[in-house]
């Protein structure tokens, strides 16, 4: 893991670049906050919430106090040396369009921002933020796609195509899937299968697949459920 410095000799924090800024510690971004640590990546956690501020001490590389909706603030951390920064602010709008603003104008190279709602989201893209989120939307499609499937777990890669965890279904076990025809008659393609309590393991042509087996599916989104739903 790389280390960076708090501050430097003319008191910029130094940031290497895998190591990332997190401004906004509520439900999503501390959430994101704590993956990336736990991934290897240092990260530095802005929040105007001294009690938040203090909860996050010993959990994240560094946490600091501040106000990002301001130029220098921004500066005497030195987040424009940030490679990636996340703009995770909650409900405050303006906060978060400010911030952002601040960001692009600083150059930071990568930015991620959070959005509220869709015209949140197209005030961020007009700035020219990199990428522009929805948590609640994308996890609210996801859970849909869940509660009317068979799936065990789903991802939306892009609108229209998608991946997913589903059983094997019979019609796929006991034979190679290169024999299946799977990709012709399923619109399908099976990416890679856990075998009780195996490890994944990349499929190909000679995988035979046995029951209680757990494949990674992949294609057209109406494909993959129409898929997942057989047993």
């Known amino acids: 893991m790389a280390k960076f410095s708090l501050f430097s000799d003319t008191s910029r924090r130094i940031a290497e670049a895998d190591s990332v800024a997190v401004i906004g510690l509520g439900r999503f971004g501390s959430a994101l906050a704590e993956e990336l640590m736990s991934s290897g990546t240092e990260v530095l956690g802005i929040d105007r919430d001294e009690d938040l501020v203090q909860s996050f001490n010993g959990v994240l590389t560094q946490v600091v106090r501040g106000d990002s909706t301001k130029e220098e603030v921004l500066r005497q951390l030195a987040v424009d040396q940030f490679d990636r920064v996340v703009v995770a602010i909650g409900h405050d709008v303006q906060a978060s369009i400010l911030t952002a603003s601040l960001l692009l104008q600083l150059k930071v190279p990568i930015i991620w921002a959070k959005a509220e709602n869709e015209q949140h989201g197209r005030i961020l ?28 777990d789903y ?5 229209g195509y998608s991946l997913a965890k589903i059983t094997a279904p019979s019609s796929v076990r006991g034979i190679p899937l290169g024999q299946t025809a799977i990709r012709q008659k399923h619109g ?16 190909d042509n000679s995988t035979v697949l046995s029951e209680g087996d757990r494949i990674l599916i992949v294609g057209p989104t109406v494909s993959v459920e129409a898929f997942a739903q057989l047993r």
């Open 188 to 203: 399908i393609t099976v990416a890679a299968v856990a075998s009780g309590r195996a490890g994944w393991h990349n499929a």
């Open 155 to 159: 991802l939306e890669i892009e609108r």
């Open 125 to 152: 893209e007009q700035l020219g933020v990199h990428h522009v989120i929805y948590p609640e939307r994308t996890m609210g499609r996801r859970v849909a796609h869940l509660v009317r499937g068979a799936a065990l």
